[in-house]
């Protein structure tokens, strides 16, 4: 049997400034983790129905999320409705 190296979870990187998920849409595969590292005053989350439900504090502080599925997560802030983004696991 052969077998290649371990393949590394990699770690996608989202900020969220005035109001604005950056990048909107990013893709992932299971196993990676998503950080969101916040430049506003206020807490956000990012909040998936189904999926996921991360709070993400204030003033340049940084959430975490380990993907454990695959599919296509539409998510948003529940704190401010029409902050919105998609993550796509494979």
Known sequence: MLAGPPV???TIRVTIE???FSPAE???AVGDV???QNKDVMAH???AKDGFDVVIPPQKKAATLTVTRAGTFDYYCRFHPNMKARLQVR
């Open 45 to 47: 989350t990012a909040t």
């Open 18 to 20: 005035k109001l604005v």
């Open 34 to 36: 998503i950080e969101w």
């Open 26 to 28: 990013i893709s992932a």
């Open 8 to 10: 590394r979870a990699e």
